[in-house]
Nanobody, 124 residues
Framework: QVQLVESGGGLVQAGGSLRLSCAAS????????MGWFRQTPGKEREFVAG????????LYSDSVKGRFTISRDNDKNTMYLQMNSLRPEDTAVYYC?????????????????WGQGTQVTVSS
């Protein structure tokens, strides 16, 4: 069982930055591929970024590529999402998730564990 807790969300103006953190309870954090997803009311959960077990491979959605950076610190059991040049359309609840597999999945149903989410609001 893995518990994930997100933090770092908030209200920011367009063009600003935020850094989200995802703290994992498991000592085996390093065996999980990790991902960030986001969701707005009435829409499906959307893949944002993913990271392999070692952190050597990363995948981004086209909408955030070049603006967001995903990273992890396996010694601290923590994953991060640095979000720069934020836009109003980035407004959503952001979730971190853990996947006990080798690759990076963009499909929410393939992730076994989820955090409770953190709200990010970007004002224009």
């Amino acid at each position: 069982q893995v518990q994930l807790v997100e933090s770092g969300g908030g209200l920011v103006q367009a063009g600003g930055s935020l850094r989200l953190s995802c703290a994992a309870s498991a000592r085996t954090f390093r065996v999980y591929a990790m991902g960030w997803f986001r969701q707005t009311p009435g829409k499906e959960r959307e893949f944002v970024a993913g990271l392999s077990r070692s952190g050597g491979s990363r995948l981004y959605s086209d909408s955030v590529k070049g603006r967001f950076t995903i990273s992890r610190d396996n010694d601290k059991n923590t994953m991060y999402l640095q979000m720069n040049s934020l836009r109003p359309e980035d407004t959503a609840v952001y979730y971190c998730a853990a996947d006990n597999s080798r690759g990076i999945s963009t499909t929410p149903s393939e992730y076994e564990y989820w955090g409770q989410g953190t709200q990010v609001t970007v004002s224009s």
